[in-house]
T-cell receptor, first 115, second 112 residues
């Protein structure tokens, strides 16, 4: 149980392109989803927290107009990197939690490479 | 906000030996402490977690201890095996309602 699916797993695109990443909870309803960014050999840095049906809460320093997050249903959240540039290249991972006090479960991550 | 420090950053042990990874947290309100294992290029996987109402939890070769007074918690892996090699992250949150704050990770290498 507690499976989180994330797609795509790998994206390579040109600078200026917008990229959408999907995060789905397959066997539970996720009231809260989280988006992290991870640079090579570094820890997971929280970008934003999204609750179903409400606006995402972004961490300090994360541009909300750059990283658009939508959590329209209890099983799906999307992260759109708008007008991506090489510095946006990173490993993006989502996680989902059913309710408070329950563990967070992670997706497989998306490796984004902007040329 | 919460700050989690994790040590050591790298750890090498011989197969069969024990490995210990330590974390400290700053927010005394934190009461949920999970540990994740991440293999290269893969998702972090929850391996064990502990809540502040207990001091120790064990699951086969893995155990976690928590000292609320000192605000630190530790991961213990006994009888290590090569497949235990990975990066381990500790994390902390309050009532599971706040996002997890992660430590910087420990790269564990088990040498056969």
């Amino acid at each position: 149980g507690a499976v989180v699916s994330q797609h795509p797993s790998w994206v390579i695109c040109k600078s200026g392109t917008s990229v959408k990443i999907e995060c789905r909870s397959l066997d539970f309803q996720a009231t809260t989803m989280f988006w992290y960014r991870q640079f090579p050999k570094q820890s997971l840095m929280l970008m934003a927290t999204s609750n179903e049906g409400s606006k995402a809460t972004y961490e300090q320093g994360v541009e909300k107009d750059k990283f658009l997050i939508n959590h329209a249903s209890l099983t799906l959240s999307t992260l759109t990197v708008t007008s991506a540039h090489p510095e946006d290249s990173s490993f993006y991972i989502c996680s989902a939690r059913e309710v408070v006090l329950m563990p967070q479960h992670f997706g497989d991550g998306t490796r984004l490479s902007i040329l | 906000g919460e700050n989690v420090e994790q040590h050591p950053s790298t750890l090498s042990v011989q197969e069969g030996d024990s490995a210990v990874i330590k974390c400290t947290y700053s927010d005394s309100a934190s009461n949920y402490f999970p540990w994740y294992k991440q293999e290269l290029g893969k998702r972090p996987q929850l391996i064990i977690d502990i809540r502040s109402n207990v001091g120790e939890k064990k699951d086969q070769r893995i155990a976690v201890t928590l000292n609320k007074t000192a605000k630190h918690f530790s991961l213990h892996i006994t009888e290590t095996q090569p497949e235990d090699s990975a990066v381990y992250f500790c994390a902390a949150s309050w009532a599971g309602n706040t996002p997890l704050v992660f430590g910087k990770g420990t790269r564990l290498s088990v040498i056969a």
